[in-house]
């Protein structure tokens, strides 16, 4: 089993910016993709983005490409999400995931979920 835990989140203006940080335990070996996915109000879960443990490939969703950037430090375990330039329309709250598998952009490929952080954009 792996234990996610996110950090980091609050209310912003516009324009501001964020870290979240997502701290992994337990069965680490599973968590060799890690991705961030977020559910606005009334709105379904997607897709942020994924970064890949080795080599740090990086994947992001159309919406948040060029303001968004997701890291990782696999000596402690823990993931970042680096949210720059932040719109109302951002507001969500914003989940960690992972997976044994490489990649991917669909909620159902991932087997390890945090709790989630709420993340507030105010205009």
């Known amino acids: 089993q792996v234990q996610l835990v996110e950090s980091g989140g609050g209310l912003v203006q516009a324009g501001g910016s964020l870290r979240l940080s997502c701290a992994a335990s337990?069965?680490?070996?599973?968590?060799?993709?890690m991705g961030w996915f977020r559910q606005g109000p009334g709105k379904e879960r997607e897709f942020v983005a994924h970064?890949?443990?080795?080599?740090?490939?990086?994947y992001y969703a159309d919406s948040v490409k060029g303001r968004f950037t997701i890291s990782r430090d696999n000596a402690k375990n823990t993931a970042y999400l680096q949210m720059n330039s932040l719109k109302p329309e951002d507001t969500a709250v914003y989940y960690c995931?992972?997976?044994?598998?490489?990649?991917?952009?669909?909620?159902?490929?991932?087997?390890?979920w945090g709790q989630g952080t709420q993340v507030t954009v105010s205009s």
């Open positions: 970064i890949i443990r080795n080599g740090g490939i990086t």
């Open positions: 337990g069965r680490t070996s599973s968590t060799y993709t």
């Open positions: 995931a992972a997976r044994s598998g490489v990649g991917g952009s669909r909620k159902s490929e991932y087997d390890y």
